[in-house]
């Protein structure tokens, strides 16, 4: 078989990157040049006491190697974490595209998926109010194809050109380099206030989808309208979703803000610890497709990268699912270094002239070249196609393809011109014959100059507790904003929203609500709201509070229930070692009420136990309170319901307090499942 009809498979990207990988553990120690050292402690000293001397290579290469260990980080989206999977098809694409991968049921093709936020520097933060980047590479039989796609379906502007604003604008501001990964500050919000396209994105950046309850529970979305082309040259408009099949979860303010100096590394150790218990994260890929025929049939542009396509007018059509099966060996080499692009495609798989798109195919191969160090960034083990690939491109910083003979030109004889171009009928890419006419200009179309519309169906399609965040969002973001008149701009611009919205938020950061406005769109999508998504404890984590003394027959039985229905049980007692119950069963201890905090779990199961101090209690009331005030599922057995009733919440939405074990394990689960109780009255 030759090589370029080698069939690819799930496992095609983990055979090759088993050439390059590494283990160093029982080797000799050398230099980069193979040579064993005798010795990696002591510098080549002039005497005991003396200077180093200039001939000691060792000392050289190594403090050269690690002075040179950074690499600049991503301009945007430069904090973030990768993963391997796969993805398969269920249903056969051929009817839309010829994209080889898409082109069978059961078809498993390779992936490595990076998340990210978008604004705080590659040390910041996991769980601030920001977008999140959801970055697929597809190691196709074709060649790789890049899905680079966000958490939220829409851009903040509309128009490449932006890109520089947008994001000079949202990072933090030149003169002290503060805030980090907020946009909560002056020049953000006057970028808003005044590039009105931004509203629509800027009420999803309010919401809670700005705080992911992790990268599993999250949706991608390509945002653009793409092209598919089928084997006959017919296109279509298409759409990309990822739908994660644990729901879309999300978490409230105060927690966020409050993880982030607790484990900062929030949402990539969720992914990190789901993939090695072997919790697969899952998502579905939906595709939402327009006929040419359809292009100018909608109340919007389909172009317009700050729409969606409602998903009432255009159904989302499932046809896949990608399964997030490995970590990483190293960050650096695979997560650091993949470097994604939405020009990567395949045949079938095609562009529009989305003006936003059209500047991001641009802007990435330019990025890479800055931020990996040259033009052969390609033949980094993780952004290697599976398929082979060959051209006259050559040399080059670290070029490491050693490319024998001497023809490296087109047209030539010597090589009987090749690498030979390959025709569409074989595969070859053909880019798709779209008609275009215009006068140059610089300009943007009347169809993309409706701002508030779908920002206002975003509003119409939220629950009333996502109405209240997202007031609350805007109170602080736009609270935090030092210039008054910004204040102020940003209340009537919102006012073309909503006026209770822009009311609301007005009054709370000093500014005059406004007299009039609101869109009078009363249209709603009810998919765009989080109630509506799937509900499930799979996976969830339980924080239980024990103490030496408990129930432990009783405990043992809840114990395993919970287990087995999927739910991640941390125990947590006072101190580290062993907790003794009173029947002599021993727990292992994961936590103390100094290693962990309430807001790292999804739900708190309260035991306690006959062996409790004063401190025990304190903490375990703080601890209580706070997943109380976080609307999170309370459980309380045996002793521990005493707690519920010092502090007046037994009877509240959310919380199971039996010694009833059957009744308790299916209560407590279902109430994980609804992941938070927003109609708790908080005290
Ligand atoms: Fe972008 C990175 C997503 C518009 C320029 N972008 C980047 C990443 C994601 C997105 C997920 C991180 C990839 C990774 O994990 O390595 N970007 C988007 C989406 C957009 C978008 C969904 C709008 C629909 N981006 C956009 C525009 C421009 C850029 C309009 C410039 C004209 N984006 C970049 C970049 C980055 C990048 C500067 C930084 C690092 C990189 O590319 O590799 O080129």
Same mark, same amino acid.
């Given at each position: ?52 001397? $200039?001939?000691?290579?060792?000392? /050289? ?12 980080? #991503?301009?945007?989206?430069? #904090? ?8 398969? =098809? ?50 196709? +039989? ?35 380099? $503060? ?19 931004? !509203? ?106 700050? *729409? ?13 699912? $990608? ?14 270094? =993949? ?54 491109? #050559? ?12 023809? @490296? ?15 569409? +009928? ?9 008609? =275009? ?11 993309? *100059? ?17 109405? $209240? ?15 008054? !008149? ?87 007692? +006072? ?60 459980? @309380?057995?045996?002793?521990? *319901? ?27 689960? +279902? @109430?994980? @499942?609804?992941? /938070? ?7």
């Amino acid at each position: 078989m030759k090589e370029n009809e080698k069939r690819i498979n799930e496992s095609s990207k983990h055979e090759q990157l088993d050439h390059y990988r590494v283990d160093d553990s029982g080797k000799d120690l050398t230099t980069n040049q193979g040579l064993k050292m005798s010795e990696d402690e002591f510098s080549l000293k002039a005497g005991e006491r003396g200077p180093t001397l $200039m001939e000691d290579f060792h000392f /050289r290469e190594k403090i050269t190697h690690f002075d040179h260990e950074r690499i600049p980080e #991503r301009v945007v989206h430069a #904090r973030g974490y990768g993963v391997h999977g796969e993805f398969e =098809v269920y249903e056969s694409m051929k009817k839309y595209t010829k994209a080889k991968f898409l082109s069978e049921a059961g078809k498993k093709t390779p992936v490595f998926v990076r998340f990210s936020t978008v604004v705080g520097f590659r040390g910041s933060a996991d769980t601030v109010r920001d977008v999140r980047g959801f970055a697929t590479k597809f190691y196709t +039989e074709e060649g790789n194809y890049d899905l680079v796609a966000n958490n939220m379906p829409v851009f903040f502007i509309q128009d490449g050109i932006k890109f520089p604003d947008i994001v000079h604008a949202i990072k933090p501001e030149p003169h002290n380099e $503060m805030p980090q990964a907020s946009g909560a500050h002056d020049t953000f919000w006057d970028f808003v206030a005044n590039n009105q396209e931004s !509203a629509h994105q800027v009420m999803w950046l309010m919401s809670d989808r700005a705080i992911p309850r992790s990268y599993r529970m999250m949706q991608g979305f390509g945002i653009h309208a793409f092209r598919f082309v089928n084997e006959d040259g017919k296109a279509h408009f298409v759409k990309f979703h990822w739908i994660p099949k644990l729901g879309v979860h999300s978490l409230v303010w105060d927690e966020a803000q409050k993880i982030a100096g607790k484990d900062p590394d929030y949402n990539r150790r969720d992914l990190y610890d789901a993939i090695e218990k072997g919790d697969y994260p899952e998502y579905e890929l939906g595709v939402q497709i327009i006929e040419e025929k359809d292009e100018h049939n909608f109340d919007f542009d389909i172009l317009d990268s700050t *729409k969606i396509w409602p998903e009432e007018d255009v159904p989302v059509q499932i046809i896949g699912k $990608m399964t997030l099966n490995r970590n990483v060996d190293n960050v650096f080499a695979e997560t650091e270094q =993949v470097a994604f692009h939405p020009g990567h495609v395949v045949p079938g798989i095609d562009f529009t002239n989305d003006p936003l798109l059209q500047g991001r195919l641009f802007s990435y191969t330019d990025t890479q070249l800055i931020r990996l160090g040259g033009p052969n960034f390609h033949e980094i083990p993780i952004n290697r196609p599976v398929c082979p690939f060959t051209n006259n491109q #050559r040399d080059g910083y670290h070029r490491q393809t050693i490319n024998q003979g001497k023809v @490296a030109y087109h047209n030539n004889s010597l090589a009987a011109n090749t690498p030979a171009t390959v025709p569409k +009928e074989q595969g070859g890419f053909e880019h798709y014959q779209e008609k =275009v006419e215009g006068r140059k200009v610089r300009a943007r179309s009347e169809s993309f *100059k409706d701002h508030f519309s779908q920002a206002k169906l975003f509003w119409n399609s939220m629950s009333e507790p996502e109405k $209240m965040h997202i007031k609350q969002a805007f109170a602080f973001e736009v609270g935090k904003v030092k210039n008054k !008149a910004i204040r102020q701009q940003v209340v009537d611009m919102f006012a073309n929203v909503d006026l209770e919205l822009a009311t609301a938020f007005a009054k709370d950061i000093g500014a005059t609500p406004p007299a009039k406005g609101g869109s009078s769109v009363t249209k709603s999508s009810p998919v765009l709201s989080q109630e509506n998504t799937m509900k499930t404890a799979v996976t969830r984590k339980v924080g239980v509070i024990l103490n030496n003394g408990f129930n432990d027959m009783d405990v043992k039985t809840i114990f395993d229930t919970l287990k087995e229905v999927g739910l991640h049980l941390e125990v947590i007692s +006072e101190k580290q070692g062993e907790v003794t119950g009173e029947n002599g069963v021993q727990i292992m201890v994961d936590h103390t009420f100094t290693t962990t905090d309430s807001v790292v779990y999804d739900a708190l199961y309260i035991v306690g136990g006959n062996g409790e101090n004063k401190k025990f209690h304190m903490e375990t009331t703080k601890f209580l309170h706070e997943a109380f005030m976080h609307y999170k599922p309370i459980g @309380a057995t045996h002793d521990g *319901k005493k707690w519920l009733v010092e502090n007046e919440m037994a009877t509240s939405k959310g919380v199971v307090a039996t010694d009833d074990i059957n009744k308790f394990a299916t209560l407590f689960v +279902e @109430a994980i @499942a609804a992941h /938070r109780h927003w109609d708790r009255e908080i005290i």
